[in-house]
């Protein structure tokens, strides 16, 4: 697969996204649905890690469209769950979250299904 690049570009984009975005829900009270959560989200839209979070996201969009346009879709979107890996180290790192057997085992299972999927194609 010539876009391997781009497949990595996509993984760290997201997951960085999904980081800022539960970084700045941390800084909001919480969010419930209910007469109140209109407020929040309007707040939340300035906060500069939500639009940092939104920029992430569209720039992966667009490099996720490199990756699909070489790559068959049951190859390239599995390889997207590599984001959780990269999400859930950072939320150890940075957001001192916990680390599981289970997770850990998880992400065994996440790398054993990558592995087996991309045998002929990297």
Request: glycine share 4%; aromatic share 14%.
């Amino acid at each position: 697969m010539k876009n391997f690049l781009a497949v990595v570009i996509t993984v760290f984009l997201v997951s960085m996204s999904q980081f800022l975005f539960k970084k700045s829900v941390a800084e909001i009270p919480n969010i419930e649905f209910n007469q109140k959560m209109i407020p929040q989200l309007v707040h939340a839209i300035f906060n500069v890690y939500i639009l940092l979070g939104i920029i992430m996201y569209l720039l992966s969009l667009f490099v996720w469209l490199v990756v699909l346009s070489d790559t068959e879709l049951s190859i390239a979107y599995p390889l997207l769950s590599l984001a959780y890996i990269a999400t859930f180290i950072l939320g150890v790192i940075f957001l001192g979250e916990s680390i599981t057997i289970n997770k850990i085992v998880g992400i065994i299972i996440i790398c054993s299904g990558v592995f087996i999927l991309t045998q002929n194609f990297l």
